[in-house]
């Protein structure tokens, strides 16, 4: 009884040890998961953030192509103002998807924005007054913010391939949490069936060993016609 007790609990230990291991496996597999998650929805957001560069941009040329109609002056500047509201509101929503070393990069981002934004609303409105004869004037008048345009660009793309080594390193990580979860399962399953094949040979050898014995015995009375013969086995167990 004390040698069954003792296996079932070693078994049970056993498989307690398991599940723990599966239960740690999963909460560092679902945290990798939302790094990695986070670092998806960081790139795209950024991503939008360069879509939506583009369309102010083309805001901007519409005008420098329709300069002295003042109805279509009015309605691209219309245009960019809307397209100006939705990328402060990306970069709202961008910076709470952010950690503390990625606000700095997208404060910058920020700043160069702040830089074109200010810039074009100046040119705009001395578009709108009549002060560029020809769109070569209005583009010469945008040279001073063409650079931080191009600075924006280039942070971007830095923003972006960063998130992209992040998902790489995620990637990485559950692959490696996956293989030591697997890797100490099949040891502790391993260890499982030694100890459980040791503890079923040794309750069979127990019961078994008395019997073989008493067969012995009795095989052995019955040929010597000694029916009074007292078999003698001294043991911890039934």
Do not use: C
Not at 65 to 74: M, S, V
Not at 101 to 113: H, V
Not at 140 to 154: C, G, N, R, V
């Amino acid at each position: 009884t004390a040698r069954i007790a003792f296996g079932f609990g070693l078994l049970m230990a056993l498989i307690l040890l398991l599940a723990l291991g599966a239960t740690w496996g999963e909460r560092s597999v679902d945290d990798h998961l939302q790094t990695l998650t986070n670092d998806i929805d960081s790139a795209m957001a950024v991503d939008q953030i360069s879509i939506k560069m583009l369309q102010l941009r083309r805001y901007e040329k519409d005008m420098m192509l329709n300069l002295g109609k003042a109805d279509k002056l009015a309605d691209y500047e219309k245009k960019w103002q809307k397209a100006n509201e939705s990328m402060r509101l990306q970069l709202e929503a961008t910076k709470k998807l952010a950690d503390a070393e990625e606000q700095g990069q997208l404060a910058q981002i920020e700043t160069l924005y702040g830089a074109y934004r200010d810039g074009f609303s100046k040119v705009a409105k001395a578009a709108t007054n009549g002060e560029y004869p020809s769109p070569a004037e209005m583009n010469s008048a945008m040279t001073p913010f063409k650079q931080p345009i191009h600075d924006l660009e280039k942070a971007a793309e830095a923003y972006v391939e960063e998130q992209h080594k992040h998902q790489l390193a995620s990637r990485e990580n559950i692959g490696v949490v996956m293989r030591d979860l697997r890797n100490t399962g099949m040891v502790i399953v391993l260890i499982a069936i030694a100890a459980g094949s040791l503890i079923a040979w040794r309750v069979t050898t127990s019961i078994s060993k008395p019997l073989l014995l008493a067969e012995t015995e009795i095989t052995r009375a019955v040929g010597q016609r000694d029916l009074t013969r007292q078999i003698n086995y001294s043991g911890n167990n039934e």
